[in-house]
């Protein structure tokens, strides 16, 4: 299920009428080769759950690509440089010392009692 609001029920059944509708998946109620229950996009009109373990499989083959790993780094090195990944890193530094702050209180109110 995509949209919260939405069951899979209520999408319409064809792709058709699902682009006509401005939507972006539709529901046929037929199982999957997979043997999944869910909706299709109207882009491949793949399964979603077929396309998710897809593009799982796929994020896990590239980490163990070298040629892959060199390209992040260097993209992590240029990003940290810019305006917005230091915004994002100073957020992620405060909220990573948020946790610590609430982990040693949790600490400290065990070792009293
Ligand atoms: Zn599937």
Redesign the pocket.
Known sequence: MINNCMKNEDYPRTKKDAIAAGLKHFFTNK??????L?LRTIHSG??????R?YFRRHAIEQRKNPAFRKYQREYQAKYKLTERGKQNISKAHAKHKRKLEALRDEVRKTDSS
């Open positions: 199982r999957c080769l997979n043997d999944h869910d793949q399964c979603v759950l077929c396309r373990e």
